[in-house]
């Protein structure tokens, strides 16, 4: 790269110099050689309308008028490899079971309050969603309405959703912008989940995984809700 440079330095006319130069000038310059982050450069038409309505229910959040962020995570028997302290010149070994299996959580963490309500079930599918929406609804009976902001995946618009909704009026979806992940705050549930027990853990069964899962949930809600704050 800096050979680039310093050629384009000399095509241009400024000056012509050795490309060891150039390194040392973009050093003093507090330059650093960084991997460059890719990025979707995709406008959302309804990313107005979308924030506009997001934004009114967080600002209206209250007993009567519940919002909650909800999404899915995939909780995966073969471990995540990931970072660990090793002493230096030794390189950690993680056993895995080889065939992997999965299971899938689901989860709506109160915007309010910060309280985390999760289900499990065996497939990433509309019946996962409608199990949170429906635990939704029994934990909160005397919520008049209940927002949820969504991201846009085909299992929260599905044919089988949108006919379940159409019978139920007090459950509000919410569909964040496409492209807009961080719009939704679970995803700091998830990534403390995937921090805390399935990288490098030595589960070797999904029962016993799933159990420091739900440990992993129900501790987040105090810290979760300081962050929301």
Not at 144 to 157: G, M, P
Request: with cysteine; glycine share 4%; proline share 5%.
């Amino acid at each position: 790269m800096e050979s680039l440079l310093a050629l384009e330095l000399s095509r241009q006319g400024w000056v012509a110099v050795h490309p060891t130069t150039v390194r040392r000038w973009l050093v003093r310059l507090c330059m650093v050689w960084r991997r460059a982050r890719p990025t979707l450069h995709i406008a959302d038409p309804r990313k107005v309308r979308r924030m506009r309505a997001i934004k009114r229910a967080l600002r209206r959040a209250s007993v009567r008028d519940e919002v909650f962020y909800v999404d899915e995570a995939d909780i995966d028997l073969n471990p995540r490899i990931g970072p660990t302290w090793t002493p230096r010149g030794v390189q950690q070994t993680v056993v895995t079971p080889g065939q992997n299996r999965k299971r899938y959580v689901a989860g709506a963490l109160n915007a309010r309050t910060g309280r985390v309500l999760w289900v499990e079930h065996a497939a990433k599918n509309s019946e996962l969603f409608l199990r949170l929406i429906e635990a939704l609804t029994r934990a909160y009976r005397r919520a008049r309405r209940l927002f949820l902001i969504l991201d846009n995946y085909r299992i929260h618009d599905s044919r089988v959703v949108r006919s379940w909704l159409a019978h139920h009026p007090r459950i509000k979806p919410l569909f964040q912008p496409a492209y807009h992940p961080w719009v939704n705050c679970i995803e700091r549930l998830w990534k403390q989940l995937h921090d805390a027990v399935t990288r490098n853990h030595r589960c070797t069964s999904l029962e016993h995984l799933m159990m420091p899962c739900g440990a992993s949930c129900r501790s987040a809600n105090h810290s979760l809700a300081i962050a929301l704050r």
